[in-house]
């Protein structure tokens, strides 16, 4: 980690909580958070504590739970997204939104531990900018979530892509690192890859992952699977490389195999081109062509999204 200052004066702390369908949970939630933010408030490490709620483009309940928080809590303020843009883009919404020196972004189903927050903050007094909180265990995670989570850490990093292992979207940014992160303008959003980039003195905590408190995971397989793939086309080439390098080597054996062809029928009399030298290379070489075509469109999609620049987010109400 790199090389940081101690700081001297209370962060004013602002914790921003993406929220869809999270109606069930949302009024534990709250309590939790903000009897921890008045704990922390009362031992002068944190001044003027504020919870971001951004629903999400909930289709139930959750954004009159959020109204009601608002009412009864002075430091709960809401954000209401226009649709569903996505976890990315509702954590972005709240840290380009929210006032503060320091903003936390944290799940609003209370899997990621609220203690930590306290050590975040002390490893912010510490002079850091940026707060990684990483899962100790993944013990909570089903099997298939857990492994195929770790699989695809292990290969974006093999890929050259600067993640942090068992990290997701428990962190802490400081005001300078936020703005920052307003300067970055792509559509296609993956935190967890974008601000390792920024660089800064950094620091990790860790922490044990809970069970959901309530409701039901918001991030089924098909979602899962675009984020893994934003991962992989929004921070590294390798893919394309890989392409290349590979449509080159066919071609070298293509040729070394036309020579082997041509030596045969010169030199020898066992020279019947055989029904599998034909299928085999048509069967190979148009798999390989398709592949590369869809790893090409991947990125093509990519450039065609980034080119729209539309809005990441359209914000309808705020309280
Ligand atoms: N979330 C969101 N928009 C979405 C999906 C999820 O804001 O489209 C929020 C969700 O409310 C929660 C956090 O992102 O606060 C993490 O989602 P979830 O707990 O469903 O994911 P999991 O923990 O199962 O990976
Ligand atoms: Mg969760």
Redesign the pocket.
Known sequence: MTQSVERFSCPRLTLV??????EQ?LPETAIRLVTLLDVLAQGTLIVEPSIFL?????VDG?WCVIERLAIEHAGIHGLKLSR????????LAGLLTAPGDVLIS????L?DDVAAIEDMVRAYMRGAEIVYGIRRNRQT?SFF?RTTAEGYYWLLQTMGVELMFNH??FRLLSRRVVEELRSCKESNLLLRGLIPQLGFPSSLVYYDRQV?FA?????PIS??LSLAMNGITSFTELPLKAITVLGMLVSLFSFGLAFWALVVKLFTTAAIPGWASIVIPLYMLGGIQLLCLGVIGQYLAKIYSEAKARPRFIVEKSL
């Open positions: 909580v993406p929220c869809h369908n999270e949970v951004v629903d999400d483009g909930s959750t569903n843009f996505g976890q990315q883009s509702a954590i944290i799940d609003a189903d899997q995670d979530k997701a979207d959901r409701g039901e995971s918001q991030y979602k899962m």
